[in-house]
């Protein structure tokens, strides 16, 4: 069974420019995550998705960032204009909703470097 | 709010070492606690998790067991090998706002050599 993919693995970009990351979770996982993770820290949560819907985007940078996931399967994550602070990992993750979060999967991530 | 402390890395061990990284939490009520893994290049792995006081998880020669009194969920594996270096992460399971999510731990690098 495939898991999650993400794409780009890395992308570099120059400060101002939009960006956009995107995701495909395992199939038949109806809830899907985005997380940010900066140098020597841990995951945190931008927003969580249950099947189209965003359920809790309460840490999501509204003004720049935005994030949709059309028919409750593949979902983008874009940051528009990119700040030097973005340089990040953008991980994505998914997990069956009735389960709940403890059995998240997750992506290798999307390195995003802004200069 | 609720958070997770854990050893600061990076730990450098010598094959068939013993392995001990701490991790404390901070919480309301009584939160599931978990460890996950990141192996190079690769994404965040489940490797144990405890839902309850007392409980013990444990998988691929990995234990912690969740104390209370403590607040502790301390990670031990008695003999490491140089395929565990990685870098782990501690996390607990919060209700905020009617939503549960992770709450992560910063991450403690393991550099184990042969």
């Known amino acids: 069974e495939a898991g999650v993919v993400q794409s780009p693995r890395y992308k570099i970009i120059e400060k101002k420019q939009p960006v956009a990351f995107w995701c495909n979770p395992i199939s038949g996982h109806n809830t899907l995550y985005w997380y940010l993770q900066n140098l020597g820290q841990g995951p945190e949560l931008l927003i969580r998705?249950?099947?189209?819907?965003?359920?809790?985007d309460s840490q999501l940078p509204k003004d720049r960032f935005s994030a949709e996931r059309l028919k409750g399967v593949d979902s983008t994550l874009k940051i528009q204009p990119a700040e030097l602070g973005d340089s990040a990992v953008y991980l994505c993750?998914?997990?069956?909703?009735?389960?709940?979060?403890?059995?998240?999967?997750f992506g290798p991530g999307t390195r995003l470097t802004v200069l | 709010g609720d958070s997770v402390t854990q050893m600061e890395g990076p730990v450098t061990l010598s094959e068939e070492a013993f392995l001990t990284i701490n991790c404390t939490y901070t919480a309301t009520g009584y939160p599931s606690l978990f460890w996950y893994v990141q192996y190079p290049g690769e994404g965040l792995q489940l490797l144990l998790k405890a839902t309850k006081a007392d409980d013990k998880g444990s998988n691929k020669g990995f234990e912690a067991t969740y104390r209370k009194e403590t607040t502790s969920f301390h990670l031990e594996k008695g003999s490491v090998q140089v395929s565990d270096s990685a870098v782990y992460f501690c996390a607990l399971r919060v209700t905020q706002g009617g939503s549960e999510k992770l709450v992560f731990g910063k991450g403690t690098k393991l550099t184990v050599n042969p």
């Open positions: 993750a998914s997990s069956l909703v009735s389960v709940g979060p403890d059995t998240q999967y």
């Open positions: 998705y249950e099947n189209e819907e965003a359920v809790d």
